[in-house]
Every structure is written in structure tokens, then in C-alpha cells.
T-cell receptor
Framework: GAVVSQHPSWVICKSGTSVKIECRSL??????MFWYRQFPKQSLMLMATSNEGSKATYEQGVEKDKFLINHASLTLSTLTVTSAHPEDSSFYICSARDSGDYEQYFGPGTRLTVT | QQQVKQSPQSLIVQKGGISIINCAYENTAFDYFPWYQQFPGKGPALLIAIRPDVSEKKEGRFTISFNKSAKQFSLHIMDSQPGDSATYFC???????????FGAGTRLFVKA
């Protein structure tokens, strides 16, 4: 149980375009979802936290107009990278958590390359 | 302050040896301490977790030791295998549990 999927697993896009990444909890209801960014050989950096039906809470330094997060249902959250630039190239990982549970279940990650 | 300090940054162990990774935290309100294992190109996966009401938890070859007074917890991997080669992160949820603070990670390499 507790499976989280991400789609796509990797994506290449041109500078200036937008990319949407989906995160789904397959067998539980995710009241809270988290989006992380990870650079090579570094730890996970939390970008934002979203609760179903509410606006996302962004971490300091993360541009909310650039990284649009939508948590429209208890099983789906999306991250849209708008007007992507090469410096946005990274590994994006989502995680999901049910209410009252400390444990987060991570997705497999999405490798974004902006050319 | 809400930090989790992890050491060492990297670790090389012979097959069959014991791998030990340490973490120290500052916020005494933390009450859940998971360890995650991450392989290259994959998302992290929960390995083992402990709550501060116990000093040790063992699951197979993996053991967490917890020292509440020293505000430290460690991961021990017994009989380390090449398949254990991965990056390990300690973590703790912040006050309120609304987000998780991750350590910097330890890259473990087990030599065959």
C-alpha cells in the first residue's frame, strides 16, 4: 500500500515553455502533498506544501508565480513550471501524507531538463 | 532551531561490515525520526522510523538507536551488502508535523 506515482518520469522542454508534473496517491487519500526539488548530490529542498482544496504554502525563496501548484482532489496534485529556464532543470519529487499520519510517501521523481 | 545535522557525508564499507550514520537534532519537540533510502534517479523510500519513547528499533539488518538526552539518533546497517549502496537521509517533522526537515544525506558505498 501507500503508493505515490508521478508523471512524467522525465521531460525535456525548451526554454520559455511550461511543463506540468502530476503526482497521484494511488491507494490512499492524500490530505497533504509536498513538492521537493533535488539537485545532484544534494538533499531534498521543500518547495511547497499543499492541502486538498486550499492554496499551496510556498517556502521562502520559491516563486509561487513560477511554480504553480494545484491540489484539486485527495489523490492528485500538479506542479506547473511556467516559463521554464535552464536553471529550473532539476529532479522534482512529490510526496503525500494522510491526515494524522507523520509518514510521507514519496513518488519516483520527475527529471526536468530545460534546453 | 529546526535543523537536522547528518554525518558523515560519505561512507565506504566492506561487504559484511557495519555501516553507521549519525544525525543530531536541535528541536526537542521533534517526536518522529525516519530514515530514508534513495537510489540514483529514484524518490526516497522509508527505511525505518522511531519515536522517542524507545531507545532502539530493529527491522532486519537495520537498527535505529535513539539518544534523547543527547538529541541524537543513528542508523546501523548490519552485514552491509553492495545492494545497500545508496544515499541515506535522516529526517524529522517540524513542530506541528506540517513539513519534514531532512539531513544533508550520506552516500554509502559497500565494496564487494
Amino acid at each position: 500500500g501507500a503508493v505515490v506515482s508521478q508523471h512524467p518520469s522525465w521531460v525535456i522542454c525548451k526554454s520559455g515553455t511550461s511543463v506540468k508534473i502530476e503526482c497521484r496517491s494511488l491507494d490512499f487519500q492524500a490530505t497533504t502533498m509536498f513538492w521537493y526539488r533535488q539537485f545532484p548530490k544534494q538533499s531534498l529542498m521543500l518547495m511547497a506544501t499543499s492541502n486538498e482544496g486550499s492554496k499551496a504554502t510556498y517556502e521562502q525563496g520559491v516563486e509561487k508565480d513560477k511554480f504553480l501548484i494545484n491540489h484539486a482532489s485527495l489523490t492528485l496534485s500538479t506542479l506547473t513550471v511556467t516559463s521554464a529556464h535552464p536553471e529550473d532543470s532539476s529532479f522534482y519529487i512529490c510526496s503525500a501524507r494522510d491526515s494524522g499520519d507523520y509518514e510521507q510517501y514519496f513518488g519516483p521523481g520527475t527529471r526536468l531538463t530545460v534546453t | 532551531q529546526q535543523q537536522v545535522k547528518q554525518s558523515p557525508q560519505s561512507l565506504i564499507v566492506q561487504k559484511g561490515g557495519i555501516s553507521i550514520i549519525n544525525c543530531a537534532y536541535e528541536n526537542t519537540a521533534f517526536d518522529y525520526f525516519p530514515w530514508y533510502q534513495q537510489f540514483p534517479g529514484k524518490g526516497p523510500a522509508l527505511l525505518i522510523a522511531i519515536r522517542p519513547d524507545v531507545s532502539e528499533k530493529k527491522e532486519g539488518r537495520f537498527t535505529i538507536s535513539f539518544n534523547k538526552s543527547a538529541k541524537q539518533f543513528s542508523l546501523h546497517i548490519m552485514d552491509s551488502q553492495p545492494g545497500d549502496s545508496a544515499t541515506y537521509f535522516c529526517a524529522a517533522p517540524n513542530t506541528g508535523g506540517f513539513k519534514t526537515i531532512f539531513g544533508a544525506g550520506t552516500r554509502l558505498f559497500v565494496k564487494a
